[in-house]
């Protein structure tokens, strides 16, 4: 039977992290839409944990691989026989 | 009839690795935060994953199965120790630390999110430096997530823990994260800049 009471803001700010981070399981999601869709101050504390979230990664740079590391790689493996070759 | 294909050709391996070196030559260098020390961790965890890539299970992550090579080779090439000692204690930080921040400063009073604007005015760089001033094992989990959106089950595979560390590791790091990007956010003026930007009534 799945519990169909209502989360409390409280629990609501206890599943902040899991429910942005796709952790949370189907019902638990359900009810914490349910939430979201009556309560005006946990929709507005979510947004903004998510729009920072989203900010964060668009803005997160990743070092690029040098070209020739790339190659040199490529070159070492073919020069090394696999685990099944011998 | 032949037995099913358990393992990978070297070559559909070699196509698969190829496919995630770039990334994780990036993780590499935000581990070691050098170059050359990322270049060394990831031949030799690529040569590591050659030698035993009959241990990858077709059909599973490959990504996560190297990043967890990758890792082992940084914590076993003795390079954390370099790094600033793991015992220092932090204040936690309170969920929504932002947030509060922000309603306190007046910077709802827009009818806009703030976060977005916050975010936009800050710099890629001061986001980098900031994730990567964290205590390490809050910065190790925070890289995997914020650059590589890899799940917690698939972040416990790369550092071979528990999913429960990984979460309690990475909402707190998130937290400090916060404090951090707000600390920033006052220092050159975002927050006062958006001060003064509020609609008018
Ligand atoms: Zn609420």
New binding site residues.
């Given amino acids: 039977m799945t519990d169909q009471t209502y ?3 409280e629990e ?2 206890r599943h902040l992290e899991d429910y942005l981070d796709h952790e949370l399981r189907a019902e638990e999601v359900e009810r914490v839409e349910a ?2 869709a ?6 507005k ?1 979510y947004a903004f944990e998510g729009n920072l979230l989203d900010g964060i990664r668009k803005k997160l740079t990743r070092a690029k691989m040098p070209p020739d590391l790339a190659r040199r790689i490529a070159a070492t493996l073919d020069a090394t026989p696999a685990s099944d070759d011998d | 009839m032949p037995p099913a294909q358990q393992t990978l050709s070297k070559d559909r391996f070699g196509s698969l690795l190829t496919g995630v070196l770039d990334q994780a030559y990036g993780y590499a260098m935000s581990l070691t935060r050098n170059r050359a020390d990322a270049e060394d961790v990831l031949q030799e965890a690529s040569l590591r994953a050659l030698r035993f890539y009959d241990t990858f299970k077709p059909g599973s992550n490959f990504k996560a199965w190297f990043f967890r090579i990758v890792t082992n080779c940084y914590y076993e090439s003795g390079r954390t120790k370099k790094r600033r000692p793991e015992t220092v204690e932090f204040d936690d930080v309170p969920r929504l630390y932002m947030f509060a921040q922000s309603a306190g400063a007046g910077l709802f009073d827009s009818g806009d999110d703030p976060a977005t604007a916050l975010m936009a005015q800050l710099e890629s760089e001061q986001i980098t430096d900031a994730l990567e001033a964290l205590p390490e094992e809050y910065r190790v989990v925070s890289m995997l997530y914020f650059m590589e959106d890899f799940s917690y089950d698939q972040i416990a595979q790369v550092l071979e823990c528990p999913v429960g560390t990984v979460r309690s590791r990475l909402h707190r790091g998130r937290r400090l994260l916060q404090k951090a990007l707000w600390q920033t956010a006052v220092e050159f003026g975002i927050v006062e800049k958006l001060k003064g930007q509020e609609a008018p009534a």
């Fill in positions: 989360l409390t803001c609501m700010f939430h979201l009556i309560c005006e101050i946990c929709a504390e």
